[in-house]
């Protein structure tokens, strides 16, 4: 099948010649990722890594190895790693690498493809290691083979991965899962028993250990579980070679010769625009030197590439890697460049010239790999790294990742090193062109600098001269220095303000502005709007039935715990608590809290929200008994920020179906340095704009401020607050809508460096003299479902389609401004929603656009289709009393009919609703709701809600594919309901998979394919690799006809 015919094998080039073994211990581990996750055994596999020693490990089916690091006590805080990025296709496997930090520097690292099959691309992952104990090298390669291919081509490409990167005198380790046994013709191109180069050390069936000709002092293969493969382990004993060559030399001295290196674009880097001479200070044309970058002219050195040495760079290795290519080989440009960087010569590398420092396109690896490297793709120049440093180092220089500097004037190019454990950093920050996208008069030695530097840094991103918000005639210095976060920070105004700046991307207006309202005694001079006054809070829920519960307020102290690996002291401390609602703070990640908590996993909800604006946000996740409570409704407020990030309250409604009960569960992480009434009023009003008359209330928090405080008192009923305080912790609170706790505990929360609080409430008939709650409504009395509908292309057809759209309808005289405008169209769904399930249940309206605006002909023909019955369960509909709201749809103005809403955004909008429809005696849990869209990024936005989502006019498609064209269908909304969340293309088409293969029965689509541990059909592998890997329906029989022929 291959067009080009296949290419002739290559022999492998000579591997090292065996440098100094070095003593340690090597592992090679499958570990089996999906099934573990499928499985939770995470806890097993962590215990299996952590009982075994080792110095360097290779995993394969290792799909994040920073987790794995984090959280294995031996490999955490000490180990470093490798997974490169970049691998081209979908699934990809990188075989990743992680060797102890503590002994061992990295001076190189890359990859090669190697082969691919069913589940992505394959590779060999390499890194070149220096034993700080001894001085010698390790060349440590890991791979993991494809399946079903062993052939002499794939055994060519596993040793060409080292043999194109190895030195001479490196001691090389080999691991991988190679999928091949021995004997095989691809492990027979590496063995040295069948006539290869190397020494298989340790064989494990699948699972190896190669060296270039050390012999191993022992191996181990132990069970894996809960992986399907064994974990296998060599040891190694130090000895001075490896092999009768030579011993090696010893490894470079940094004290004889520099570690740094300092890499530079060309083009507005070491260059500036032609023709800006006499513009750019410092600069100096090259007559008769052409330069072909951009517009072309002549030659124009940058104020930085004639003055080199005056920077930290003149005493470093130097590099270039270009996006463009420097005139071309052979050109002048490139002797000019060559000369001013190499004078004085490249620091510790003898005689060089542009003859044996040859240029380099892209990429820039292998045996051709140099310092000076041209037509590099923007994005990917750090790609081009590894091969320098291998460059530098077969010529003994040593060169640590932390101590390469790039320098650019285009942030993509900078941004692209960031997570290399390279520095790099943007100039011609003062000096820009192409309308700001390139640097002018190129770099300058003020922005290289006398001293090295650490990370990423682009223009922009420092504060800029002349004082911040000077703007503001009232934001004087003075202010700016002002202490603004109380005793714990050292923060001031203007420091406030910058990490605003910095790290909520906002403008240095609108960071004034917050900063002022934040703080407005101390900070209030610098807000260029003002400050505005306080709201004062709208009253609370009357207090409904207390329900008997346990709940929990929690601050995990997530960054440490995961800095320190207390994940299973952290654990076990929740396990030991009875509740049925907790409110977490400081927690990332809620869902593998509650997967590794035995008494959560499989039985709690939570609700984490997103969206939340800015940088390093604190959602204040929330979980519930989910086989006790129905989640009616959900929500967040913003209540205040400091110095990291967003905080917020979170809030949901539940229904406890055991009493038929409400219960209004908040949760908060109060902002660092601030107990200010506008907090407390903010608390306040999150509850308040939300809560139901008979909801009982349950507000939890690390509120960051104790009993007393201007902001407790806005909610304690003993400062005269509307709610009382039945749980002190400190800063860790529990608050109700007036029902005392029958029992509270603060317990030790170790890990954490905060209390566990809990309370416990006994049930009874109310939590205030008010009248009884009416009993719950019943779902069999009033439908528990309701369908949400987009409008434009959902509801309705393209304008004018209605003659080739069948079932449509126009309106005539009625105005549609959808788009295009014109007349409307009613879509065939709109003229027999009774013919559907939704028909049924409550029915509500999300669109982006406006339904043609307020009191539009259009939203009242909508309205009559709609309410044609009235909407089920609710007396007297009419546009008077169910208003159409534009988005957000929140607090008491909320609307079953929201226009105006984000794409994407559409889900925000269903709380509000349910919040609208309870109100009104209806209780709808989130599995009950149904959303119908013509767009897949609306749809698509409601997974992970609850909810379920569908998207339609996938047969009629209008704006290039990107919208409905005539709109919903009957069948598209379908008889009964469904689960999840659908778009068009990804459901098997009418007539069975693959029909248009003759072949392809029924009988065989229904054939078992995937063996005795899975009922997996010939249909349903089709049907996988369709969902998740992307493919056409032709593409995904082919594949799946292969692999099981």
């Known amino acids: 099948c291959a067009p080009e015919g296949i290419p002739p094998s290559l022999p492998p080039s000579p591997a090292g010649t065996g440098g100094a073994v070095v003593a340690l211990e090597v592992v090679t581990y499958n570990l089996y990722w999906w099934n573990v996750g499928q499985n939770n055994r995470w806890g097993a596999l962590y215990a299996t890594i952590e009982g075994q020693a080792f110095d360097l490990i290779g995993f394969q089916e290792c799909e994040d190895v920073s987790t794995v690091i984090s959280n294995v006590p031996r490999m955490s805080g000490r180990f470093d790693s490798f997974a490169p990025t970049g691998i081209p296709g979908p699934g990809d496997n990188p075989a990743p690498v992680a060797w102890d930090g503590q002994r061992f520097d990295r001076l190189?690292?890359?990859?090669?493809?190697?082969?691919?099959?069913?589940?992505?691309?394959?590779?060999?992952?390499?890194?070149?290691?220096?034993?700080?104990?001894?001085?010698?090298?390790?060349?440590?390669?890991?791979?993991?083979?494809?399946?079903?291919?062993?052939?002499?081509?794939?055994?060519?490409?596993?040793?060409?991965?080292v043999a194109d990167n190895i030195a001479p005198d490196d001691f090389l380790v080999y691991t991988g899962d190679f999928n091949c046994g021995a004997g095989s013709a691809a492990i027979n191109v590496l063995d040295g028993a069948a006539g290869g180069p190397l020494k298989l050390v340790a064989n494990g069936?699948?699972?190896?250990?190669?060296?270039?000709?050390?012999?191993?002092?022992?191996?181990?293969?132990?069970?894996?579980?809960?992986?399907?493969?064994?974990?296998?382990?060599?040891?190694?004993?130090?000895?001075?070679?490896?092999?009768?060559?030579?011993?090696?030399?010893?490894?470079?001295?940094?004290?004889?010769?520099?570690?740094?290196l300092c890499i530079f674009d060309v083009d507005r880097t070491l260059t500036a625009r032609q023709g800006y001479a006499p513009q750019c200070p410092g600069t100096q044309q090259q007559d008769g030197v052409p330069d072909s970058a951009y517009e072309g002219g002549t030659l124009v050195l940058s104020q930085l590439a004639l003055n080199l040495g005056a920077t930290f760079c003149g005493a470093c290795h130097v590099g270039v890697i270009s996006a463009g290519t420097a005139s071309g080989a052979g050109s002048a440009e490139r002797g000019v460049l060559f000369q001013r960087l190499t004078a004085p010569p490249l620091p510790g590398v003898a005689g060089a010239s542009e003859g044996n420092v040859p240029w380099k396109s892209f990429p820039n690896d292998g045996a051709s790999a140099s310092p000076l490297v041209v037509a590099a793709p923007e994005g990917r120049k750090q790609e081009a790294v590894p091969g320098m440093l291998s460059w530098y180092f077969a010529r003994g220089v040593a060169i640590a990742d932390a101590e390469v500097y790039f320098f650019d004037d285009k942030e993509e190019n900078v941004r692209g090193f960031a997570g290399t454990g390279y520095n790099a950093r943007e100039i011609s920050c003062a000096s820009r062109d192409g309308g700001g996208s390139r640097g002018g008069c190129g770099a300058t030695t003020d922005e290289v600098?006398?001293?090295?530097?650490?990370?990423?840094?682009?223009?922009?991103?420092?504060?800029?001269?002349?004082?911040?918000?000077?703007?503001?005639?009232?934001?004087?210095?003075?202010?700016?220095?002002?202490?603004?976060?109380?005793?714990?920070?050292?923060?001031?105004?203007?420091?406030?303000i910058q990490w605003v700046m910095d790290n909520m991307g906002k403008s240095e207006a609108d960071a004034c502005q917050q900063v002022g309202e934040e703080f407005p005694p101390l900070c209030g001079p610098c807000a260029p709007e003002g400050i505005p006054p306080s709201l004062p809070p709208s009253p609370a829920g009357t207090g409904g039935a207390v329900v008997a519960l346990e709940v929990v307020t929690y601050n995990l102290y997530w960054w440490n715990v995961g800095q320190n690996n207390r994940w299973g002291a952290l654990y076990a401390t929740i396990e030991g608590q009875a509740f049925d609602l907790i409110g977490f703070q400081e927690c990332e990640d809620v869902s593998t809290v509650i997967s590794n908590v035995p008494r959560m996993s499989g039985r709690f909800d939570s609700f984490a929200p997103t969206g939340i604006p800015g940088p390093g946000d604190n959602p204040a996740p929330v979980a519930w008994d989910g086989q006790r409570f129905d989640r009616l409704g959900a929500g967040w407020l913003q209540v205040g920020s400091d110095q990291y990030?967003?905080?917020?309250?979170?809030?949901?409604?539940?229904?406890?179906?055991?009493?038929?009960?409400?219960?209004?569960?908040?949760?908060?992480?109060?902002?660092?340095?601030?107990?200010?009434?506008?907090?407390?009023?903010?608390?306040?009003?999150?509850?308040?704009?939300?809560?139901?008359?008979?909801?009982?209330?349950?507000?939890?928090?690390?509120?960051?401020?104790?009993?007393g405080s201007a902001a407790i008192n806005v909610l304690d009923g003993a400062?005269?607050?509307?709610?009382?305080?039945?749980?002190?912790?400190?800063?860790?609170?529990?608050?109700?809508?007036?029902?005392?706790?029958?029992?509270?505990?603060?317990?030790?929360?170790?890990?954490?460096?905060?209390?566990?609080?809990?309370?416990?409430?006994?049930?009874?008939?109310?939590?205030?003299?008010?009248?009884?709650?009416?009993?719950?409504?019943?779902?069999?009395?009033?439908?528990?479902?309701?369908?949400?509908?987009?409008?434009?292309?959902?509801?309705?057809?393209?304008?004018?389609?209605?003659?080739?759209?069948?079932?449509?309808?126009?309106?005539?005289?009625?105005p549609d401004s959808a788009y295009e405008g014109g007349t409307l169209v009613l879509s065939q769904l709109a003229l027999n929603l009774g013919a559907t399930f939704c028909g049924a249940c409550h029915v509500g309206v999300i669109s982006a656009g406006t339904a043609s605006g307020a009191g539009s002909a259009e939203r009242g023909v909508l309205f009559q289709r709609l309410t044609a019955p009235p909407l089920p369960g609710v007396a007297g509909a009419s546009e008077g009393n169910v208003p159409w709201k534009s988005f957000p749809n929140d607090g008491a103005s909320a609307s079953p009919l929201v226009v105006a809403a984000p794409e994407g955004r559409k889900q925000e909008a269903v709380p509000g609703m349910l919040s609208w429809y309870f109100a009104r005696g209806v209780a709808i849990a989130d599995a009950e709701v149904?959303?119908?869209?013509?767009?897949?990024?609306?749809?698509?936005?409601?997974?992970?809600?609850?909810?379920?989502?569908?998207?339609i006019s996938c047969a009629s498609r209008d704006g290039g594919g990107s919208r409905g064209g005539c709109g919903a269908t009957t069948d598209e909304v379908g008889a009964g309901p469904f689960s999840g969340v659908e778009v068009c293309g990804e459901a098997p088409p009418p007539g069975g998979l693959c029909s248009f293969v003759g072949s392809c029965t029924e009988a065989v689509l229904a054939t078992p394919a995937v063996g005795p541990d899975s009922s997996a059909s010939c249909g349903g592998r089709i049907q996988w690799v369709m969902d998740n890997m992307g493919k056409s329906e032709a593409d995904a029989c082919q594949q799946v006809g292969e692999e099981f022929p």
């Open 645 to 707: 990030g967003q905080r917020v309250t979170v809030w949901v409604r539940l229904l406890d179906r055991t009493t038929g009960a409400t219960v209004f569960f908040a949760n908060t992480h109060g902002p660092l340095g601030d107990c200010s009434t506008a907090l407390g009023d903010n608390w306040m009003r999150a509850v308040a704009d939300n809560i139901a008359p008979d909801d009982f209330l349950v507000y939890t928090g690390d509120f960051n401020c104790g009993a």
């Open 205 to 260: 069936g699948i699972d190896m250990i190669f060296t270039n000709g050390a012999d191993a002092a022992s191996w181990r293969s132990v069970n894996g579980y809960p992986s399907d493969h064994p974990l296998v382990a060599a040891t190694f004993e130090a000895s001075a070679s490896a092999s009768p060559s030579p011993s090696p030399p010893p490894s470079p001295s940094p004290s004889s010769s520099p570690s740094c």
């Open 719 to 814: 400062a005269g607050g509307p709610l009382k305080l039945v749980a002190n912790g400190g800063i860790d609170m529990i608050f109700t809508n007036g029902a005392d706790a029958a029992s509270w505990r603060s317990v030790n929360g170790y890990p954490s460096d905060h209390p566990l609080v809990a309370a416990t409430f006994e049930a009874s008939a109310s939590a205030s003299p008010s009248p009884s709650p009416p009993p719950s409504p019943s779902p069999s009395s009033s439908p528990s479902c309701l369908c949400i509908f987009d409008v434009d292309r959902t509801l309705t057809a393209r304008q004018g389609y209605a003659p080739q759209c069948p079932g449509t309808q126009q309106q005539d005289g009625v």
């Open 449 to 496: 600098g006398a001293g090295p530097f650490s990370g990423v840094e682009v223009c922009g991103e420092a504060p800029p001269p002349g004082g911040l918000c000077s703007f503001v005639g009232s934001c004087t210095e003075a202010v700016l220095a002002t202490p603004a976060v109380g005793p714990d920070s050292s923060a001031s105004c203007g420091g406030r």
């Open 930 to 951: 149904y959303f119908f869209d013509d767009k897949e990024e609306n749809v698509r936005g409601f997974a992970g809600t609850g909810y379920n989502a569908r998207e």
């Open 108 to 161: 190189g690292a890359g990859w090669l493809q190697v082969g691919s099959d069913q589940y992505g691309q394959r590779v060999t992952v390499w890194v070149r290691l220096l034993d700080r104990t001894t001085g010698a090298t390790v060349f440590f390669a890991n791979t993991h083979g494809p399946l079903g291919d062993c052939s002499t081509a794939l055994g060519d490409n596993w040793m060409r991965a």
